[in-house]
């Protein structure tokens, strides 16, 4: 890994919930050196177009981009995303060619024609007490980079299971649609290699971010500027500059940008102990978990 690889780092709060624009979205960005992270488009109310948008026409060159969401679902454990489903998809890639394509008349690139389908909707768990007859029980099947997250002490949630507040289910899904309309014009670690030059987007889980802040992973979320400049001092950074209370999803933003910074350029992270070329393709990983 070449230190000077990336030089500007920036970090995603995305949301999976109904409707255009989202208070949930939150877009952060640092850079080399200490300064304080950064808000893009602060007084913005992000719509998950805008962000591809801003992705394909404003990132720099040299970014290295984390999104709060699953890049993908669990694979290795059945040796399939959906097992019984003909037409299951043999990797990441076609994984999100399939959501987005069952999904091309859902607008503001939600999800519903996916987890409403016949074949898909048997392996999550819906609202209404709808649990498919594939999902599994209990918390639902996981993929191996969230097995690593929880020997870390997070508790991550299954990407089937779409209930509950902390569900990321809808986040993963509508996420995988921005991921296809990428086109591989920017690489997503791990499923595309790690290129020498260029931006790279990746899966975060800010809940790493925080606890390498000094935060325990079930009190991760802040919501005040004290708590976050406190996040920031841990990780290297400059105060914010911001007062009083804040949402949960710019201090995520913040905090996590700030530390993909500081971690960015250690090998170890590019290269997690269980993540083989067959996982990279297929579940891909959380960049942090070891």
């Known amino acids: 890994m070449n230190p000077n690889r990336f030089g500007h780092f920036v970090a995603i709060d995305w949301s999976g919930a109904a409707g255009e624009r989202h208070k949930g979205i939150a877009v952060a960005m640092a850079t080399r050196g200490d300064a304080a992270p950064h808000l893009v488009r602060p007084a913005h109310r992000w719509s998950r177009q805008d962000v591809l ?5 404003a990132l720099p060159d040299d970014a290295l981009v984390g999104m709060d969401l699953g890049i993908s679902l669990p694979f290795a454990d059945k040796g399939t995303f959906f097992p019984g489903w003909p037409d299951s998809p043999p990797d990441a890639h076609a994984l999100w060619a399939l959501v987005d394509e069952l999904c091309a008349d859902d607008t503001h ?22 649990e498919g007859a594939s999902f599994g029980g209990g918390e639902g099947r996981f993929r191996v ?11 991550p949630y299954s990407n089937f299971n779409l209930v509950g507040a902390a569900q990321v289910g809808k986040s993963s899904l509508t996420g995988m649609r921005l991921l296809n309309r990428l086109d591989r014009r920017i690489p997503v670690w791990p499923v595309d290699p790690l290129p020498p030059r260029g931006p790279v987007l990746c899966e975060i889980y800010t809940t790493i971010a925080a606890m390498a802040a000094g935060r325990a992973p079930g009190r991760s979320k802040m919501r005040d500027a004290a708590a976050l400049d406190t996040a920031l001092a841990a990780l290297g950074s400059a105060p914010s500059g911001f007062g009083g209370v804040l949402d949960d999803h710019t201090c995520d933003a913040l905090a996590t940008a700030a530390w993909l910074r500081r971690v960015a350029h250690d090998p170890r992270l590019w290269s997690p102990r269980e993540l083989t070329a067959q996982i990279a393709q297929t579940e891909g990983w959380t960049f942090g978990a070891t």
Request: hydrophobic letters at 35%; aromatic letters at 8%; one cysteine or more.
């Open 53 to 57: 948008d801003w992705l394909l026409t």
């Open 109 to 130: 690139l939600s999800v519903g024609a996916f987890v409403d389908h016949p074949h898909a909707s048997a392996h999550f768990r819906r609202h209404g007490g709808r």
């Open 145 to 155: 980079t969230e097995a690593a997250q929880r020997r870390m002490g997070c508790r």
